[in-house]
């Protein structure tokens, strides 16, 4: 009995009125009063629940000499109202995911100041990036080797090398030569003669962010949207393609 009660009850029939079902399965047409008899409910009780159990087809009403009795559905319609919850449940779902993905696609912009903000910048490029993963970033910082020893975190580059993060990387010429040839980096180079490209302002795109950072003001934004940073991704590709190495 336990087992059917436990089965109605996935089609939110509660135990009563699952009772009165497994009662009428068991007996055929019955009334009220004989409800009452072989479940021991309440008369009141029975009223109460039979309408929903009307309601949902799992009962159906009889009129025998003016008199109502009650006789059950055959059980297939249990079958039908697990498959309709189902495909309601897959419906729903579908519309849970809607709005889950459409939550993914906001953008979210994060602001910071000073040498704290430059550091956390670093990081969140290391601690977003997986094994092997990529980044791209045009720089056009001033001098390298100062912004590596005052910016860059400690472990920024540890970090990044124990992923094998790859780079490609689009810098002025005289920033290529303070760069040390690497299998893992992969370089472009924005000739001084096409432009001085002394700006001190780094970008990098990495997964689904972009990160901005103004040396000059120690300014530093994170953007965080997949929409924008594949449309950068490719505008940076496109220009990676025609420079020289």
Known sequence: MKKYIKLLQGIW?????SQIYLC???NGELSITHISKYTSLHRTQIYRLIPYLLEIGLVIELYQW??????PAHPE????EYQKMISDNTKSIHELTHKFDSLEKNTNISFYKWLTGIKK???DI????????IFYRITSELDSKYIKSYYQPKDYISLRDKKEIERYVI???KAFKDKQPKLERDVRVIKN???SFDDNISFTIYDDKMSFVDFNSETSIIIESPQIARFQKKIFQLLFKKLDK
Do not use: M
């Not at 029939?13 to 009125?17: G, R, T, Y």
């Not at 319609?77 to 039908?80: D, L, M, T």
């Not at 290391?126 to 993963?133: A, F, K, N, P, S």
């Open 66 to 71: 003016k008199r109502k009795v009650y006789k």
């Open 77 to 80: 319609k249990i079958n039908r």
């Open 126 to 133: 290391v601690d977003t990036l997986g094994q092997w993963w």
């Open 193 to 195: 003669s096409v432009d």
């Open 121 to 123: 910048v670093y990081h």
């Open 171 to 173: 810098l002025s010429d």
């Open 13 to 17: 029939v509660d135990e009563l009125s």
């Open 24 to 26: 009428l399965l068991e």
